[in-house]
């Protein structure tokens, strides 16, 4: 089992900045993708960013050049810096973490509400 703890969300402005941290504890092992996924009211959960290998970075075309994630591959600790937000970027964030060893399954934090005012 593994356990994912991310940290609260909150309330920002348009414009504003946000970081949103997730900490994977229990049965990790080998090499593994961690991230975060998220998904607004009426839409389907939609990938944000993810890092592979602790230095292999992926992002959504809708967050590039504002996002950042990065990692401390030590704690199975990933960090999403959230600037420039924009109101279409609320939505409830939920870190994920996906084994890419054989044994090694995939597992959803409970989620955290990010919400951009106008």
């Known amino acids: 089992q593994v356990q994912l703890v991310e940290s609260e969300g909150g309330l920002v402005q348009t414009g504003g900045s946000l970081r949103l941290s997730c900490a994977a504890s229990g049965s990790i092992f080998g090499r593994y993708t961690m991230g975060w996924a998220r998904q607004a009211p009426g839409n389907q959960r939609e990938l944000v960013a993810a890092?592979?290998?602790?230095?292999?970075?992926n992002y959504a075309d809708s967050v590039k050049g504002r996002f950042t994630i990065s990692g401390d591959n030590a704690r199975n600790t990933v960090y999403l810096q959230m600037n420039s937000l924009k109101p279409e970027d609320a939505a409830v964030y939920y870190c994920?973490?996906?084994?890419?060893?054989?044994?090694?399954?995939?597992?959803w934090g409970q989620g955290t509400q990010v919400t951009v005012s106008s």
């Open positions: 994920f973490i996906k084994g890419l060893v054989p044994g090694m399954l995939n597992y």
């Open positions: 890092l592979t290998g602790g230095d292999i970075p």
